[in-house]
């Protein structure tokens, strides 16, 4: 009896231990699917866990936090600091040059300050009125809350 006992803590171990090792290279690698070729566990042995494992749900969303933390940073260095491109002339390195993401910028601003920096897309109606008979015609756009007479 003692033996199976035995057994049973090494498993829980073995899958502590792995799980741990799992969660370690999400918050590393910041792809599920890579960190789980690199601890060598299957997706859908960390989908069951998932399901459950109360604990391991809790870690696996902290690592997420991690990760998109890491995303956030890199893209702001981007941003800001610019990413070292090497240059060439006729087939030689001959230095580098500085290049800047705007595009990760404004996705950033985008996330911080969606209020202010969302894309504002309106829907724009028109309206033709005939009028009485000879009379010219009018039209009326609605731009959001706004009517203007052309």
């Known amino acids: 009896m003692a033996e199976k006992n035995t057994s049973a803590k090494k498993d829980t171990r073995s899958k502590r231990k792995k799980q741990l090792d799992f969660i370690s290279r999400l918050s590393e690698y910041v792809s599920v699917s890579r960190a789980c070729r690199m601890a060598k566990i299957p997706r859908a042995t960390i989908y069951r866990w998932l399901n459950n494992d109360v604990g391991f749900k809790g870690q696996y969303a902290e690592a997420c936090e991690e990760a998109l933390q890491r995303l956030e940073d890199e893209a702001v260095r ?37 209020a202010k ?23 009326v756009i609605k731009w959001g809350d706004k009517e203007i007479s052309i």
Do not use: W
Request: proline share 3%.
């Open 78 to 114: 981007r941003g800001f600091e610019g990413l070292a491109k090497p240059v060439y002339y006729q087939g030689k390195k001959i230095g580098t040059v500085k290049e800047f993401s705007d595009t990760l910028l404004m996705a950033l601003l985008k996330a911080k300050a969606p």
């Open 117 to 139: 920096y969302r894309d504002r897309s309106k829907a724009i109606d028109v309206v033709v009125d005939a009028g009485e008979a000879g009379a010219t015609k009018n039209t």
